[in-house]
């Protein structure tokens, strides 16, 4: 038997998981941009050296499905050779990367939206840098 406490408590976490769960579906619908930084280091970890700049790609996809609710994500060709550019090995530890929701222009295409994943230029200070909606 379950304390008082414990039962609000428990009604309490139902509901914001629907809320959430409303709230998702909602905003997958809409056109955004937001700006995260990736740590790269802690998703390579153990990784074999020769498989280490595939996977980091992989990661970042993976990464970018998960925040924005869609299967279909593209790499832009600037991150893909900033993770590649000190070889396959030698990954940086962390990517500062903009996250675009965008409308799939394609008649045929499965899903309405799709997200674009772009490199964007910190040098090597992320300190204090925040995950961040982006204007515009």
């Known amino acids: 038997s379950l304390g008082a406490g414990a039962k609000a408590a428990d009604e309490g976490l139902l509901g914001t998981a ?7 579906k909602q905003a997958v619908k809409e056109v955004r941009a937001t700006e995260h930084t990736v740590h ?4 390579l970890f153990g ?7 595939p996977r980091a790609v992989r990661e970042i996809k993976k990464f970018a499905e998960k925040r924005m609710g869609t299967k279909d994500v593209r790499i832009d060709t600037a991150l893909n050779k900033f993770l590649f550019s000190k070889g396959v090995r ?5 990517v ?5 929701r965008k409308r799939n222009e ?19 200070q992320f300190k204090g840098l925040r995950s961040s909606l982006v204007e515009g």
């Open 96 to 100: 500062r990367v903009r996250l675009q």
């Open 90 to 94: 030698h990954v940086p530890a962390r």
């Open 40 to 43: 790269l280091k802690k998703r």
């Open 18 to 24: 629907a809320m959430v769960k409303q709230r998702g």
């Open 106 to 124: 394609d008649e045929e295409a499965t899903e309405k939206l799709y997200t674009l994943v772009t490199y964007v230029d910190v040098g090597t």
């Open 47 to 53: 990784v074999t050296f020769k498989k280490r700049a």
